[in-house]
């Protein structure tokens, strides 16, 4: 089965809206209840969903983030059982699931293997974050001999030369990353931020989505504005931690993630 995205990005072109990507970790805040969220963020309005797959040694993850993964990884979540989860949701819904994690990790389970069991549980594609282009080559046959996307993180902390690379290995969407440092909510998004998408568009027709810091409706408004999407993690990882025990959750996520989705709509 060939990756949602390209026709996702598609149809919300058409209908002259931003998409919204939710991003939340596998088996945080429970391993059960994973596949219904990922089926209730989509109802509500999430337009792509990147599901971290926990591991140990962070990157770019923010305090937030990092929590998340530390708590599944104590409920003993692995790149299988995510896998599983990712198979579990899609009895529920069809909306194009980005997986994210350490390349590191997919390496140890072997890219072939990844990329067909990925493909397989019904993922579109792959974030691994610490895997440059340059070094991208066998994963990127292997993703894509299973209809796996690949994007890449562009930073701004890229040089010209180095956008126009991440760019064009991209597929699916560009992940532009808003700002340097790590993940987590932020009050204002960066004021060179439309230079960095414009860069990234002069060197591809590929959608841009922008992440890091995106965490209220006026910010997805203002990234629409410039970008094909807008990224938000931390935000909906805090609100869904904090939530767990309410029995008043599902209704709660719906309203905050059909805000965030209200925003993307251009006029
Ligand atoms: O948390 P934020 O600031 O809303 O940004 C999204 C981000 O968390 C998510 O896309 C993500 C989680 N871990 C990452 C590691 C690298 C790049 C991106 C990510």
Known sequence: MPSRLPQTF???????????????????????????????????????????????????DGPIIQASSQRALDRGVTPPMSLDLVRQAREKTQVPIVLMTSYNLV????????????????????????????????????????????????????????????????????????RTGVTGARKEMPAD?????????????????????????????QVCAMADGAVVGSKLVEFLHQNADNPGRDAAVRDLVSGWKAATRRF
């Open 10 to 60: 598609a149809a919300l072109k058409n209908k002259n809206e931003g998409a919204l990507v939710a991003f939340l970790t596998a088996g945080d805040p429970g391993v059960e209840s994973t596949p219904d969220l990922i089926a209730l963020i989509a109802e509500a309005g999430a337009d792509v969903v990147e599901l971290g797959i926990p591991y140990s040694d962070p990157l770019a």
């Open 107 to 178: 390496w140890i389970y072997g890219l072939e293997r990844f990329a067909k069991d990925a493909a397989e549980a019904g993922a579109d594609g792959a974030i691994l974050t610490d895997l440059p282009p340059e070094e991208a080559e066998p994963w990127k046959a292997a993703a894509q001999a299973h209809g796996i996307s690949t994007v890449f993180l562009v930073a701004p902390t890229s040089t010209t030369e180095r956008i126009a690379r991440i760019a064009g290995s991209s597929t699916g969407f560009v992940y532009c990353v808003s």
């Open 193 to 221: 931020l439309p230079q960095l998408i414009d860069q990234i568009r002069a060197a591809t027709d590929t959608p841009v989505c922008v992440g890091f810091g995106v965490s209220n409706p006026e910010h997805v408004a």
